[in-house]
């Protein structure tokens, strides 16, 4: 069974901590994305990797990073963390190979700053 | 700008039909995605679309008309399990996939 794993369910940090989420993948999959999901928006991409230390940005990486030391790992890192990042966020890897590749998802970290 | 529009919010009821809509104003196409969310649960997959016409997977089918910019996910014999978003999401020219805001699929008994 293919699998997508965050490292947490719920967070609560402060402002201004530094928070890391973990995601590790155990298909093999070149392609890793970090996604944040807001009530009556779609899932807006943060970042992206299609290989080991390698990253692009998305369409919303202010105040994020992201490290991919190894291909099964993939981590979002929010530098010093404010309110407006409060989010459900997601983590998603897919195959190198177009077409109906599908993407495949954690299931979800629900953060909150306060 | 790119653009998926999906309704907000629907209401079924068991064991009808339902047709969810989704149009779309990308930068180039590259295939149509329909997933299922469940409260508090992650995305999963249903189906794909890139050529016109319809794709049947059970109780399932998913449309597109590249023409248009528009796809529909009917589904059918509705159970209260598919009680979920549904969300819409077209791969572009750069092959990044672009979601709308998903529809909220309530089903009445």
Same mark, same amino acid.
């Given at each position: 069974d293919v699998k997508v794993t965050q490292s947490s369910r719920y967070l609560v940090k402060r402002t201004g901590e530094k928070v890391f989420l973990e995601c590790v993948q155990d298909m093999d999959h070149e392609n890793m994305f970090w996604y944040r999901q807001d009530p009556g928006l779609g =899932? +807006? =991409?943060?970042?992206f990797s299609y290989d080991v230390k390698m990253k692009e940005k998305g369409d919303i990486p202010e105040g994020y990073s992201v490290s991919r030391e190894k291909k099964e790992r993939?981590? =979002?890192i929010l530098e010093s963390a404010s309110t407006n990042q409060t989010s459900m966020y997601l983590c998603a890897s897919s195959p190198p190979e177009q077409g109906d590749t599908e993407a495949f998802f954690g299931q979800g *970290? +629900? =953060? *909150? $700053? $306060? | 700008g790119q653009n998926i529009d999906q309704p907000t919010e629907m209401t079924a009821t068991e064991g009808a039909i339902?047709?969810?809509?989704?149009t779309y104003q990308t930068s180039g196409f590259n295939g149509l995605f329909w997933y299922q969310q469940h409260a508090g649960e992650a995305p999963t997959f249903l189906s794909y679309n890139v050529l016109d016409g319809l794709e049947e997977k059970g109780r399932f089918s998913?449309? !597109?008309s590249r023409s248009k910019g528009y796809s529909y996910l009917l589904l059918?014999?509705?159970q209260m399990k598919d009680s979920a978003s549904? !969300?819409?999401a077209v791969r572009d020219s750069n092959y990044q996939l672009i979601w709308g805001a998903g529809t909220k699929l309530i089903i009445k008994p």
């Open positions: =899932l +807006r =991409l943060i970042y993939f981590s =979002l *970290t +629900r =953060l *909150t $700053v $306060v | 339902v047709q969810i809509n989704c998913s449309f !597109l059918k014999e509705l549904y !969300l819409c």
